[in-house]
């Protein structure tokens, strides 16, 4: 299989560096990864290429980096499947975290997160007199998250990351799911209150904009946008309700279950708060533009057919009744 | 071809000219509509955030509605067919699952047997209508437009509840669009990104910066317009523009087309009954340049 493997380079020890394309022919054979043929460029071809890479088995997490604009590891991809029309595969550096050279990160932003997090189980309920224990099946739906291997290609392809450093990030937030879905962690009942409060400030749970780029890069399925949905609903259970994305989510929720479908006009108000004046003054720029251009959402919002079947159903599911 | 429509609150509230551009040009491709009056609003994944469960019974109940007049979904909004298709994926997969929702949906006299595909504006022309067809209905081709996708997470990701190893089609199909209607595709890693909307009450300089992000490489690029089967995309990349050319302190001044817009502008459908002149970025210069006025 004769390939060729477009690579993003960059040197920061030339004068003005700046980022390249460089083209390389390989023979591959069928069952070569995309990380096979980086070794081979770099051992037949050109030594001066960097990447990172260890256990060639995905399990180190060394090798990640966008394999056709999308990260992933390259060892794990089958450079057959990553070929398009042309016989081409295009490797750039893992995204958001600066390049070092090549395709070498600086992993520091990554890092800093998980640290910011505080990875480690803090128990607070009273101390039992041997060991923590928790049962298996406490236990079974953190496999997932547990298979984490810290590659970073959530957080490369993060598009939140992207425009923010701030932001959490995937990684450290399914990493804080981690331990605040762990029965050990928090108090005697497993609530991890303070981890909660910490996680729902701004930069944390609530940033995430829900595009799935993070569960598509994973290549360990940890699924990090499923964790921070499941953190924010552990959020809202342990009433941490006063932030703009909890209510946003709330208010969702109210004016389905009144009018059974959205009032657009209403969920901004209701989500920054009826009271949050300054927020409320922010929207009204927008507003006027839409109303100028025919375009603002009826005021008057109509309900839809049969209104009483949806309200009776998010009644009953949203305040089941006690056994 | 008919279908049971499932327009999306979007285009019945803020895009208003979506819902009229959809309707126009599925009249000329014989697509007929039948309204489901009683269906409500899929939760947008943002109802799931707080009761995922409410959410699949809340789809349930319109694909149950479906089934009931003997016919598919058709959505235009990607982020509507992204929920439904995530709601089906759980309860076809799971037998059991669907049995407790099936149990909440009795009291109403409604049952979901597990057979509806709901499929979007655009799946249906490239699966069930065929490109053919729509080519025969141009009259007007984009010629020398260059139109720069914008898909909308939900109808991108997550793979497996999209269907996508069984229709990998769906992964270029906005492309394929586009090139029917006569016009150039303009290429970019954006296509498949986020607009922002999801967080725009809750990080609007985030969000606004997104909208930044991708309408700017499109301008750098050269492209006429965006367009997107996404109504809430089109909210932000068209509704927060402004906000978003005095974030990044420049002109971007770039038309979102709604996918049914574009395909009505090569259709020969007039600028006023597609609702170009509803939308806070001009689309003027584009539709002289096509010669629609």
Redesign the interface.
């Known amino acids: 299989m004769d390939v060729t493997v477009r690579i993003r380079r960059y040197d920061p020890e030339v004068e003005n560096p700046e980022s390249y394309w460089q083209d390389y022919p390989v023979a591959l054979d069928g069952s070569a990864t995309v990380l096979d043929a980086l070794i081979k460029i770099r051992e037949e071809q050109d030594g001066t290429l960097s990447l990172r890479c260890s256990c060639r088995s995905s399990i180190c997490g060394s090798c990640a980096m966008r394999i056709n604009?999308h990260a992933g590891l390259a060892c794990k991809t089958q450079a057959a499947s990553a070929i398009d029309g042309n016989n081409t595969i295009v490797i750039e550096p893992a995204g958001v975290m600066p390049v070092v050279k090549d395709l070498v990160v600086d992993f520091s932003l990554f890092w800093d997160k998980i640290r910011q997090v505080e990875p480690y189980l803090q128990p607070q309920g009273e101390q039992p007199e041997a060991e923590y224990i928790a049962s298996n099946e406490s236990m079974l739906h953190l496999s997932s998250v547990t298979a984490c291997i810290m590659c970073g290609s959530c957080v490369s392809d993060c598009?939140?990351l992207?425009?923010?450093p701030t932001?959490l990030g995937p990684a450290a937030l399914a990493k804080a799911y981690r331990f605040t879905a762990d029965p050990r962690d928090g108090d005697s009942n497993g609530v991890s209150q303070e981890r909660l409060e910490q996680l729902v400030e701004?930069t944390g749970m609530?940033?995430?904009?829900?595009?799935?780029?993070c569960?598509?890069a994973c290549p360990k399925g940890v699924d990090p946008m499923d964790r921070i949905?499941a953190l924010?609903?552990q959020a809202?259970s342990a009433g941490l309700n006063n932030?703009?994305?909890a209510r946003?989510?709330?208010a969702?929720?109210d004016i389905?279950g009144h009018s059974?479908?959205?009032?657009?006009?209403l969920?901004?108000v209701k989500?920054?708060g009826i009271t949050n004046v300054p927020g409320l003054i922010?929207f009204l720029?927008?507003g006027l533009?839409?109303l100028t251009?025919?375009?603002?959402?009826?005021l008057i919002h109509h309900n839809?057919?049969?209104v009483k079947?949806?309200r009776?159903?998010?009644k009953?599911?949203?305040d089941p009744p006690l056994d | 071809m008919k279908y049971a429509f499932f327009p999306g609150c979007v285009a019945r509230g803020g895009c208003p000219e979506l819902y009229q551009a959809a309707k126009l040009i599925c009249q000329r491709l014989g697509i007929e509509l039948q309204e489901m009056p009683g269906a409500s609003c899929t939760g947008a994944g943002v109802l799931q955030e707080k009761n995922e469960f409410l959410g699949d019974t809340l789809n349930a109940r319109t694909f149950a509605m479906a089934e009931d007049l003997g016919m598919q979904i058709m959505t235009i909004c990607s982020t509507c067919q992204g929920v439904m298709s995530q709601a089906n994926f759980r309860m076809r997969k799971d037998p059991e699952y669907l049995a407790r929702v099936n149990k909440e949906l009795a009291e109403e006299g409604l049952e979901y047997k597990g057979t509806a595909d709901p499929k979007h504006l655009l799946w249906v022309l490239i699966e069930d209508i065929g490109l053919e067809k729509l080519t025969e209905l141009i009259t007007r081709p984009l010629a020398g437009i260059r139109l720069a996708p914008f898909y909308g997470c939900y109808l991108i990701r997550p793979t497996d509840a999209l269907d996508m190893a069984d229709h990998p089609e769906r992964l270029t199909a906005l492309e394929q669009v586009i090139e029917t209607l006569g016009a150039t595709v303009v290429d970019y890693s954006g296509k498949t990104r986020c607009c922002g909307f999801p967080i725009l009450t809750i990080n609007e300089t985030n969000s606004v910066a997104m909208v930044a992000k991708h309408t700017s490489d499109v301008k750098d690029l050269g492209a006429d317009a965006m367009i997107t089967p996404c109504p809430l995309c089109h909210l932000n990349l068209d509704g927060y523009q402004p906000k978003a050319q005095a974030q990044a302190n420049r002109k971007i001044e770039m038309p979102i087309l709604h996918l049914p817009q574009a395909i009505g502008l090569a259709m020969g459908i007039s600028r006023q009954e597609l609702g170009l002149q509803k939308h806070i970025m001009s689309t003027k210069a584009l539709t002289l340049k096509v010669g629609a006025g």
């Open positions: 604009g598009t939140v992207e425009v923010d932001f701004p609530w940033d995430c904009t829900r595009c799935g780029e569960v598509a949905m924010r609903d809202m932030s703009n994305g946003h989510a709330e969702f929720v389905v059974g479908s959205l009032n657009e006009a969920l901004p989500a920054v922010s720029p927008v533009r839409a251009h025919g375009k603002m959402p009826p839809i057919e049969n079947n949806v009776k159903l998010v009953k599911l949203e």
